[in-house]
């Protein structure tokens, strides 16, 4: 089997550069490629345009990356977590296209299963449809959307082997599996990778195919945005 | 006397029937699952990849890898399953999802309901809400009748963007119940001691009342 | 958990009508409800329109409802293994759309995911894009298809829960996880039927929500079509 | 002297270069696997659902719940992944496989390619074809140059319904390899001992022959 591991964040981001379009998994921080986004930092690389759907709070996830004005413009669904980011948009500093949450989720699997475009009702008669063909299926209204597509796209799984098959743990899933196939050179980090053979081939949520590059991640805080507990 | 947030749970619970997919909204939506009845069975959905979602954990099974849309920690339960954000619209937008329960800013006579943005104020953005009211067939609002200030919510038309249109069929608010017909709110049910007046004075948008109007029970 | 568990084939059908259109999942004879077709002979329903990849070998899967012409229409992709297919077809008893192999699981995909419409380059230019829309995206053409549904779905999986959530093993799950959500009735057979929370809900192929119906398989004979080995 | 099938297939497996993922349709194709060259490793992807297609299982090992798109049972590899079909023709359609090897029964000067219907002969359907000839980066075709009645299959326009068009890159026959560049095919290589009028004759659609043509290596 092809093999795709890369030994470090480092080797994995190889060839970022500025003015790329990124897609970064994760749902709130959780499912985010925590080791991916420390190398962007640290590169500093910008005018960046990243795709992912939500923005991270202001001091984790993209909203480090936020505070350091590496991004141009955020394609997302939900940005509610993140005083910086509205800072920013409110300034004029941030470009923001804000996309329901399926849509994007839709435009990205279609992106990666070579689909340029879709219908979908989400948004007709709201400021989304606003220059957007609309057309009837059966009565109803819909949108036509088109694919995304991503320069790199940074996914994080659970568990991932030498091949590059992925499988998520919980809802950690989210947009991973979809930005996966949509990215022209997919960075998965993992955290624990294991040879070609390991994990069963029926439970496979990606496929190896759609990913170019692998490496366990060095750490991973795995913050919680809410937590809600109850009494046993 | 207007229903307090836990009333106004508690009376949408008994629109959950047996064997329904639910979604629940973040905010008194949330709350809906602590008042479905003994033996009525529901499943609900968290739209970021979750079938089945059970109650907050206990401190001990607290896993950052396992939260509803709303990003609180939970649980899952036999039966559960668990997918891709794309699937979980699919279930959305193919109409899998029996019943949508979610909060409004606005809500306009037509139906069409404004919840996502304030222009110039609040820009969050509309996360799953505009592929839920352009899906469901079936959905329930949970809201306040009135603002602040006192101004109604229930409109002719609504002032902010809007997140879809023709989409609410039901509304409860702290004053009342209600259909939307298209035509206007229909009064369901009023408060406990609210009169119809009281509530024709709280809705902008035209209120249909005809006959007799129970008062809610809850 | 809602509990989706009927008794048999005989239950789980209840509702099947003449004029029906259904589909059937499995490619080849792989992954076929072998006993949901075993009812639809013994209930003897017809004028039905049935979409399935392909139609069966002539003395097994849907090959027998053809012998016993109870198939109006057949919508597959492709009908190469089936002598008394191509002699109806060939003469006029039997309707036939033939589907490009990947426009068809996408349609079924569609018709379950709420996506009336999509656009895919397969067909542009042939026979297949007579009579539909086109258009170029980014310099290529493509053909704007249409969503499938069904009046009942006919699935098969390896292991299903009481909830109604399926586990397919290796290339049975084929066309099988598409049509259970494209089914207005999506009737499940499975090897082997457990209660709900025996299933890791990390590892479900289709989420219980699109089943409607779910039963034990009272036997799978599982033909092979073309059985190759090695000498070891 | 003309190739025979093993040579096409040897002959083209040249062509696959390290790390691609392959998909081989039935008939030439298919051998093309066994001659893959050591130290080249590529991913065998089939389309009913399978990336890392293995060997033919020894006996014991058989499994009717595990075939490729030939309906032949197969074996997985260490490293393997089973899916959906609508994740493997997603995989196909948006590009990710590298390399599509298949038959065909007539192939055009501008890259068309027929290889799915006889009109009135025979209805089999074009199965994935459609999707892999109009999704392909990079495609070979494996056939015999001539019908058994000695006409082209080689043409100035296929006269059988079409599978794609614009699609052919490149073809390995009996008598040649060529690149289809869309005003011919161009001769790049002649079976040993075949001679390029000979070529020329079994070819009605243009020839574009510059230079020395040498013999294929096989």
């Known amino acids: ?232 | 006397m207007a229903l307090d947030k836990n009333q106004i749970a508690k009376r949408i619970a008994k629109e959950v029937k047996n064997g329904m997919y639910v979604n629940l909204g973040i905010g008194i939506p949330t709350l809906v699952a602590n008042y479905i009845p003994e033996g009525v069975e529901v499943v609900l959905q968290s739209e970021n990849g979750l079938l089945g979602m059970g109650p907050f954990p206990t401190e001990d099974k607290v896993d950052a890898d396992l939260i509803n849309a709303g990003k609180q920690t939970i649980t899952t339960l036999p039966g559960s399953s668990i997918f891709s954000s794309a699937e979980s619209f699919g279930m959305i937008r193919g109409e899998h999802v029996d019943l949508t329960i979610l909060g409004a800013m606005e809500v306009s006579e037509q139906g069409d309901i404004a919840n996502w943005k304030i222009p110039g104020k609040m820009v969050k953005g509309m996360g799953g809400a505009m592929d839920l009211v352009a899906s469901a067939k079936n959905i329930i609002v949970a809201m306040q009748h009135t603002a602040r200030d006192g101004s109604s919510k229930l409109l002719k038309e609504c002032t902010l963007p809007i997140t879809g249109i023709k989409c609410i069929k039901k509304m409860v608010t702290d004053l009342a119940v209600l259909e939307v017909t298209g035509e206007g709110f229909r009064l369901l049910e009023r408060a406990p001691g609210v009169t119809v007046e009281e509530i024709q004075k709280a809705t902008e948008g035209r209120l249909i009342v005809e006959g007799d109007i129970p008062e809610v029970q809850v």
Chains 1, 3 share one sequence.
């Open chain 1, 1 to 232: 089997m092809i093999n795709k591991t890369v030994k470090n964040a480092q080797e994995a981001l190889q060839g970022v550069q500025d003015g790329m379009t990124f897609m970064l998994g994760g749902f709130g921080l959780c499912g985010i490629p925590e080791n991916a986004i420390k190398e962007l930092l640290r590169l500093g690389v910008k005018d960046l345009t990243c795709i992912s759907n939500n923005a991270g709070v202001d001091d984790y996830g993209i909203g480090l990356l936020l505070q350091k004005r590496q991004v141009k413009k955020m394609i997302a669904s939900y940005v509610g977590e993140n005083a910086e980011f509205e800072r920013q948009l409110l300034s004029g500093e941030l470009d923001v296209e804000l996309i329901p949450q399926g849509t994007l989720a839709e435009r990205i699997r279609a992106g990666g299963a070579g689909i340029p475009a879709f219908f979908t009702p989400a948004g007709y008669g709201t400021e989304v449809g606003e220059g957007k063909e609309s057309r009837e299926f059966n009565g109803k209204m819909y949108l036509m959307e088109q694919w995304l597509k991503a320069d790199f796209s940074f996914v994080k799984a659970w568990k991932g082997d030498t091949a590059g098959n992925l499988i998520y743990k919980g809802t950690a899933r989210n947009f991973n599996p979809m930005m996966a196939a949509a990215g022209k050179i997919t960075v998965a980090e993992v955290e624990e990778l294991v040879p070609a053979g390991e994990l069963d081939p029926n439970m496979i949520h990606t496929p190896g195919i759609y990913v170019q590059r692998i490496f366990q991640g060095e750490k991973y805080e795995k913050r919680i945005e809410q937590r809600t507990v109850r009494t046993a």
